[in-house]
């Protein structure tokens, strides 16, 4: 373990380089427990940054997120490439006495473990946090959850729509006249994983000056609740109830998307004054700046939808180009709504390697994904490569803490570690 507060342990050697990474976090050494989602985002997160990530398996089929994901039937599905980049993979039992045994040795070595099981579940295990900080006071423990570890809720089973839909989000997405939608992306474990990277390195700072590690404790419902903006403050202080608009936020005009007539949806995002002032030129039409109906943000907001209708009149005659160049000839946000075929077409992406290529196969096999955000002028991260084979870091790991050859073959042969 590197601790930024005292150095207890050798630093890393020439050897040790590219195995603890590059970047702002290269020196700390990452516990991943638990499976899916939410806590292996975390540590995907610590991981580009620059952090040893080491995930433990179970070693009968590894996490589930392996089989997980698109796939045509002709390959595995690629989730787990991008979900386990930079990581290392112990394939080890923790139901398991002999495994619990092995990653209390291992954690002595730590200098955060991320999990994201229910509440109990470690201390039934023998490595709660308790456990193990007695035997390495810098430890921090982020712990992930769908209810946090304390409250009535606390025991309850969670998963990330269940998070969504208790704080908040669930209920804004989607049309007003239709039921609650969702995000096409596993939103609200992705926003439990980030916030609990943040706390991570946050009680990494702490430690710096006391020397103690902390529990790090991120509830799914929270990590969503967090993101609210006003949503219980408008309430509290004007009964307001916020509901789903589509694809608008009252009262901010004009930021839609509008159609073109080659067919393609634009979004257009004018609704400060002097932007607004710029998009009416933008349109041949700059009286419609000065215009009492629209002239302000509020007047603006309360004529949404006349305003949307005039900007649409005008975007269904051009093609997508030509109002583009008119937006951003005007200095007007203007964008294309991409999906993937866009994203790799696009020049911008490509020019700032927003997607890499990473080395998924011995034969040299790439597969393109999204790069390391956000980026470090000083120490720059990247990702070193893909999800790992299960057990991949298995004997190196056990050798490190003494593990001699007849017990590994002995565990192995029992099932215990792959």
Same mark, same amino acid.
């Given at each position: 373990?590197?601790? !930024?507060?005292?150095?207890?342990? =050798?630093?890393?050697?020439?050897?040790?380089?590219?195995?603890?990474?590059?970047?702002?976090?290269?020196?700390?050494?990452?516990?991943?427990?638990?499976?899916?989602?939410?806590?292996?985002?975390?540590?995907?997160?610590?991981?580009?940054?620059?952090? &040893? !990530?080491?995930?433990? &398996?179970?070693?009968?089929?590894?996490?589930?997120?392996?089989?997980?994901?698109?796939? /045509?039937?002709?390959?595995?599905?690629?989730?787990?490439?991008?979900?386990?980049?930079?990581?290392?993979?112990?394939?080890?039992?923790? @139901?398991?006495?002999?495994?619990?045994?092995?990653?209390?040795?291992?954690?002595?070595?730590?200098?955060?473990?991320?999990? =994201?099981?229910?509440?109990?579940?470690? &201390?039934?295990?023998?490595?709660?946090?308790?456990?193990? +900080?007695?035997? =390495?006071?810098?430890? $921090?423990?982020? @712990? !992930?959850?769908?209810?946090?570890?304390?409250?009535?809720?606390?025991?309850?089973?969670?998963?990330? +729509?269940?998070?969504?839909?208790?704080?908040? $989000?669930?209920?804004?997405?989607?049309?007003?006249?239709?039921?609650?939608?969702?995000?096409?992306?596993?939103?609200?474990?992705?926003?439990?994983?980030?916030?609990?990277?943040?706390?991570?390195?946050?009680?990494?700072?702490?430690?710096?000056?006391?020397?103690?590690?902390?529990?790090?404790?991120?509830?799914?419902?929270?990590?969503v609740l967090a993101m609210s903006e006003s949503l219980v403050a408008d309430y509290a202080a004007f009964g307001h109830v916020r509901e789903r608009t589509g694809s608008v936020l009252p009262g901010v005009a004009p930021s839609n998307v509008y159609p073109t007539s080659d067919g393609a949806d634009l979004l257009i995002a004018a609704n400060q004054d002097t932007v607004f002032r710029r998009l009416a030129a933008a349109m041949d039409q700059p009286a419609l700046a000065d215009d009492p109906d629209y002239a302000t943000h509020a007047d603006r907001g309360r004529r949404q939808q006349?305003?949307?209708?005039? $900007?649409?009149?005008?975007?269904?005659?051009?093609?997508?180009?030509?109002? &583009?160049?008119?937006?951003?000839?005007?200095?007007?946000?203007?964008?294309?709504?991409?999906?993937?075929?866009?994203?790799?077409?696009?020049?911008?992406?490509?020019? @700032?390697?927003?997607?890499?290529?990473?080395?998924?196969?011995?034969?040299?096999?790439?597969?393109?994904?999204?790069?390391?955000?956000?980026?470090?002028?000083?120490?720059?991260?990247?990702?070193?490569?893909?999800?790992?084979?299960?057990?991949?870091?298995? /004997?190196?790991?056990?050798?490190?803490?003494?593990?001699?050859?007849?017990?590994?073959?002995?565990?192995? @042969?029992?099932?215990?570690?792959?």
């Amino acid at each position: 373990m590197t601790d !930024v507060s005292a150095a207890t342990s =050798n630093p890393p050697g020439p050897e040790d380089q590219g195995r603890r990474g590059d970047g702002p976090l290269a020196g700390l050494r990452v516990l991943e427990l638990g499976q899916l989602i939410a806590g292996p985002f975390c540590g995907q997160l610590l991981g580009d940054y620059g952090a &040893e !990530v080491i995930k433990i &398996e179970d070693p009968a089929g590894g996490d589930p997120m392996r089989r997980w994901g698109h796939t /045509d039937g002709t390959a595995a599905p690629v989730h787990w490439s991008v979900l386990a980049r930079n990581k290392r993979s112990f394939g080890c039992d923790l @139901r398991s006495p002999d495994g619990q045994d092995l990653v209390r040795r291992l954690a002595l070595t730590a200098d955060i473990v991320v999990e =994201n099981f229910r509440p109990g579940t470690l &201390e039934r295990w023998g490595l709660g946090y308790d456990e193990l +900080s007695a035997a =390495n006071p810098g430890l $921090i423990m982020v @712990r !992930v959850t769908g209810f946090g570890q304390t409250g009535p809720y606390a025991g309850r089973a969670g998963y990330g +729509s269940i998070g969504e839909a208790m704080g908040g $989000i669930r209920h804004l997405m989607g049309e007003p006249d239709r039921p609650p939608s969702r995000s096409g992306l596993s939103i609200g474990d992705s926003l439990a994983g980030t916030l609990g990277a943040l706390g991570a390195v946050a009680a990494v700072v702490e430690r710096a000056s006391s020397g103690r590690g902390q529990i790090v404790d991120c509830a799914l419902y929270e990590a969503v609740l967090a993101m609210s903006e006003s949503l219980v403050a408008d309430y509290a202080a004007f009964g307001h109830v916020r509901e789903r608009t589509g694809s608008v936020l009252p009262g901010v005009a004009p930021s839609n998307v509008y159609p073109t007539s080659d067919g393609a949806d634009l979004l257009i995002a004018a609704n400060q004054d002097t932007v607004f002032r710029r998009l009416a030129a933008a349109m041949d039409q700059p009286a419609l700046a000065d215009d009492p109906d629209y002239a302000t943000h509020a007047d603006r907001g309360r004529r949404q939808q006349a305003l949307d209708d005039i $900007i649409t009149a005008w975007t269904s005659t051009l093609t997508r180009r030509e109002v &583009e160049d008119r937006c951003l000839a005007h200095a007007v946000p203007v964008g294309l709504i991409y999906r993937a075929p866009e994203m790799l077409d696009d020049p911008h992406f490509a020019a @700032r390697r927003s997607i890499v290529d990473v080395e998924v196969g011995a034969d040299g096999t790439t597969l393109p994904m999204q790069a390391v955000v956000p980026r470090f002028g000083r120490t720059p991260a990247r990702i070193r490569w893909a999800g790992p084979p299960l057990g991949d870091a298995t /004997d190196e790991l056990l050798a490190e803490i003494d593990v001699d050859a007849d017990t590994v073959a002995d565990l192995r @042969r029992r099932g215990v570690i792959r």
